[in-house]
């Protein structure tokens, strides 16, 4: 499967921000998907992750209550909706794919088989 983050930008601390990510392939129901990310400096970190028919979602503590994960597997397509954004909330987001079964809080160490090029989310202060 490929995979095609956009919908990054410039936003004011406070502001909001929805991601997409568009997959090739007619198995896109079938997959995991989650979203990561990457600050300056920093190591790649998990930020949520959804199982393939969207009735489980798992999210990194640092965003649980502001970030949102869906997917339409209709369009192939997974979202992050990104609102109350924080400065530290800037960095490359990345979007992945796993073919295994859902495995919720594993996904923070990684895992996933597929990864798509990132797309920049800048929150100034």
């Known amino acids: 499967v490929q995979l095609q983050a956009s919908g990054g930008g410039l936003v004011q601390a406070g502001g909001s921000l929805r991601l997409s990510c568009a997959a090739s392939?007619?198995?896109?129901?079938?997959?995991?998907m989650g979203w990561f990310r990457q600050a300056p400096g920093k190591e790649r970190e998990f930020v949520a992750a959804i199982s393939w028919s969207g009735s489980n979602t798992y999210y990194a503590d640092s965003v649980k209550g502001r970030f949102t994960i869906s997917r339409d597997n209709a369009k192939n397509t997974v979202y992050l909706q990104m609102n109350s954004l924080k400065p530290e909330d800037t960095a490359v987001y990345y979007c992945a794919a796993d073919k295994g079964p859902y495995r919720g809080s594993a996904y923070s160490t990684g895992g996933m088989d597929y990864w798509g090029k990132g797309t920049q989310v800048t929150v100034s202060s």
């Open positions: 392939g007619r198995t896109f129901s079938s997959y995991v």
